[in-house]
């Protein structure tokens, strides 16, 4: 079984930065990628940014570009998200996002974490 644990959410003001984290535990030989995604209520689940381990190749969307940064942590199976200059409409629920290889090919998601941007 492959599980993944997220942190780093909570409250922050207009402008301020947070740091998010994801690590992936369980029986692992390898991870295809990691990344993050939100869900604003009324809104569809999109896409934040991805990282391919490997290759360490980046993809994120054009809303967050500039101000988040994804990186991973091969030898700890974790993925973080840098997010700084936030804004009232980053506010969501955070979720990790892993494809990898077990005894199967899994994917699997976190249980979300929620990011408040509020004065």
């Known amino acids: 079984q492959v599980q993944l644990v997220e942190s780093g959410g909570g409250l922050v003001q207009p402008g301020g930065s947070l740091r998010l984290s994801c690590a992936a535990s369980?029986?692992?030989?390898?991870?295809?990628?990691m990344g993050w995604y939100r869900q604003a209520p009324g809104k569809q689940r999109e896409l934040v940014a991805t990282i391919t381990f490997s290759t360490g190749s980046t993809n994120y969307a054009s809303a967050v570009k500039g101000r988040f940064t994804i990186t991973r942590d091969n030898a700890k199976n974790t993925v973080y998200l840098q997010m700084n200059s936030l804004k009232p409409e980053d506010t969501a629920v955070y979720y990790c996002?892993?494809?990898?290889?077990?005894?199967?090919?899994?994917?699997?998601w976190g249980q979300g974490t929620l990011v408040t941007v509020s004065s």
């Open positions: 996002n892993a494809q990898a290889r077990s005894y199967t090919y899994v994917e699997i």
């Open positions: 369980g029986t692992i030989f390898s991870i295809n990628y």
